[in-house]
Nanobody, 118 residues
């Protein structure tokens, strides 16, 4: 059974930083692209960042709204994917979810709340 467990969310002031982590299990982690999504109240879930496999060059894609501020990375030895978030803005406030598309299904973690406020 696929499990994705996020951690690292919290309350931070504008301009601050947070590092989110996702521990994955139940599938061969190194063979799959991993993504971070977020969902703010009243809005649809949106893709924040994705990372390909190491075999594919560990390429990274970002939403325009986070380019230059967020960095996605993966540690295949630990089955973990991270999202380093710098220069946070109030509009980054959302629940952040780890995601993998595995066996023709989207899998999600329980989410971690990020609140950017003074």
């Amino acid at each position: 059974q696929v499990q994705l467990v996020e951690s690292g969310g919290g309350l931070v002031q504008p301009g601050g930083s947070l590092r989110l982590s996702c521990l994955a299990s139940g599938f061969d982690f190194s063979r799959y692209y991993m993504s971070w999504y977020r969902q703010a109240p009243g809005l649809e879930r949106e893709l924040v960042a994705e990372i390909t496999t190491a075999a594919a060059g560990a390429g990274k894609n970002y939403a325009d709204s986070v380019k230059g501020r967020f960095t996605i990375s993966r540690d295949d030895a630990k089955n973990m994917v991270h999202l380093q978030m710098n220069t946070l803005k109030p509009e980054d406030t959302a629940v952040y979810y780890c995601n993998v598309y595995y066996r023709e299904k989207e899998w999600w973690g329980q989410g971690t709340q990020v609140t950017v406020s003074s």
